[in-house]
């Protein structure tokens, strides 16, 4: 799927130098028939080559390949293909550069409980953008925030290996590491939680709570015993190394109740890098705090005629790509050979 997408986007992206590069135009086109599709993609010479096995499938009949390629695009894409999401996919109203210096910028996103799987890939489509183009030398100090981070499908890990070093710090929020594991695979799950520096947890159970007593440590405790017999009663003191939160007071802890270890740097030490403990919230400054908070500010009135205008207009868009390059490529002898027309 990706490979085929890859296609269509980089010819997009160099048509008319970009014009029409959004992700609802690449999946309309990606939705066309066979023959106007690769008509399109071979007129691009620097993907040419990569579409010929396509194209060599296509004209052959080997059908199984070819559907099993971008057949599964077409229906992975197919989901979002709606009024709302090309509204919002595209244009140009801002860039996700949110550290730039001379532009600096907050961006917020919320998925939908009930369309995990259609807006997350959309949400993973930018992050993994604003991954490439925050984490670069010479910007602004920067802070990415993710809640319920296992409903994103990213390449997290070079950002928080690389992020520190250009000022960006990534906070990311799971239920439970077993949520992670099943999203992201075992492999792929425990390179992130051994990548991060620093991991704040509430109340959690069984190997979330385990592996994180193991990695806060085990320090000297001191134990005592009494033995009572028939001629007398006898103490006994030592010491044992032995878990600093055991596994099971992290499964117990309360609400406001936190274990966790944080890194520190060569310039600013922590001698107590592990902690064990509740936070004391001032809930009569937060309430006076959230009552005075503003309504956001409608920026552009939009209403449903809007959008679904401008959905048809996306989909008309490509239709005059098509008919355009069909058109140009039949006037031209030199160039009529590339339109693809297979018998029916």
């Known amino acids: 799927m990706d490979f085929v997408l890859f296609q269509v986007i980089w010819f997009l992206k160099k048509y008319r130098n970009g014009e029409f590069c959004t992700l609802p ?19 691009e010479k620097e993907i040419e080559v990569l579409i010929n096995p396509f194209l060599t499938a296509y ?22 293909s709606s009024p709302q999401l090309y509204y919002v996919l595209s ?12 532009h600096p910028k907050v961006i917020c996103m919320g998925n939908n409980p009930q369309k995990i799987l259609t807006y997350g890939a959309v949400l ?27 409903t994103l499908t990213t390449d997290v890990v070079p950002t928080i290996s690389t992020g520190r070093g250009n000022k960006v710090a990534t906070f990311l929020g799971i239920q439970d590491i077993s949520q992670l ?36 440590g085990k320090i000297m405790q001191d134990r005592e015993s009494l033995s009572i017999n028939s001629g007398d009663t006898s103490i006994s003191k030592s010491k044992q190394l032995d ?19 944080v890194a520190d740097t060569p310039q600013q030490k922590i001698a107590l890098k592990a902690f064990h403990a509740e936070i004391i919230n001032d809930f009569d400054a937060i309430q006076k705090e ?24 996306i989909r008309q868009d490509v239709r005059d790509i098509i008919e355009s390059e069909t058109n140009r490529l039949m006037n031209d002898p030199a160039l009529a050979h590339l339109i693809i027309k297979k018998s029916k």
């Not at 004209?59 to 979002?80: F, Y």
């Not at 390179?191 to 709570?209: H, K």
């Open 25 to 43: 135009h690449a999946i309309e086109l990606i939705q066309t028939d066979y023959d106007d599709l690769f008509t399109l993609l071979r007129l």
């Open 59 to 80: 004209l052959n009949d080997v059908m199984e390949q070819l559907e099993g390629q971008i057949a599964s695009a077409k229906i992975a894409l197919a989901r979002l």
């Open 91 to 102: 244009g140009n109203d801002f860039s996700l550069d949110i550290n730039n210096p001379e």
């Open 124 to 150: 993973s489509l930018y992050t993994n953008r604003m991954f490439k183009v925050i984490n670069q030398k010479n910007k602004l100090k920067s802070i990415l925030f993710f809640d319920e981070f296992p």
């Open 181 to 216: 594991r099943k999203e992201y695979g075992k492999e792929q799950a425990d390179v992130i939680i051994n990548t991060v520096g620093n991991m704040i947890s509430g109340q959690v159970t069984g190997d979330s709570a385990r592996q994180l007593s193991e990695r806060i």
């Open 243 to 261: 878990s600093a939160v055991p596994a099971s007071t992290i499964a117990a802890l309360s609400s406001g109740e936190f274990v966790g270890s």
């Open 290 to 313: 959230e009552a005075a908070y503003k309504p956001i500010p409608v920026i552009k009135p939009v209403d449903n005629a809007i959008v679904q205008r401008h959905y048809m207009q």
